[in-house]
């Protein structure tokens, strides 16, 4: 899943060879402007980052907007608008760690999960699982699927009986 990062000159060789009618200078021109634009924060109408590859044809767009696809599958995309993502200060990325140090835990696009940084609903203060060392692991992921939703849901909550406060 995601996008395959592929340079400029090796996406106009591929381009170029499936569709030998289009003009290789009109592309990489067209391809750096898009470039440009996603580097300077240009974003989808959305509000989506652009698809730099798909927006050098059809304007500036994310792969949602262009394709109708939720998320890329086997897609390229310039690898200078792939990297950008992996620069954000304190976040691992999976492919880029030691195998020795994954220890942790992953979202779906391979970043590490930092458990302290999540935020704990007070509906969990109420929970008998609140604290248990065995059920921490799913209770920060719970937590980590619904960090931007408005309400949070938990289909493992117990309600901790009265006078059992640890
Ligand atoms: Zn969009």
Known sequence: MGFIPISIDEYIKRHLKNNPSEDEQDLRKRLEIALADYKNGVKCSCGN???VIGSASVG???????????????DYEIDQAVKKRKIIP??????????????GI???????????????PSLCLTCMKDGDPREEIL????????????????????????????
């Open 49 to 51: 980052e652009i698809w």
């Open 60 to 74: 500036n767009a994310c792969f949602t907007c262009i394709t109708g696809e939720s998320s890329p599958d086997e």
């Open 90 to 103: 304190g976040r691992r990325h999976i492919d880029d760690m030691d195998p020795s140090e994954i220890a």
């Open 106 to 120: 992953f979202d779906d696009d391979g970043y590490e999960i930092n458990m302290d940084l999540i935020k704990k």
């Open 139 to 166: 209770c920060n992921l719970n937590r980590f699927d619904q960090e931007n939703d408005p309400e949070f849901i938990c289909h493992a909550y117990q309600k901790r009986e009265p006078g059992t406060l640890s």
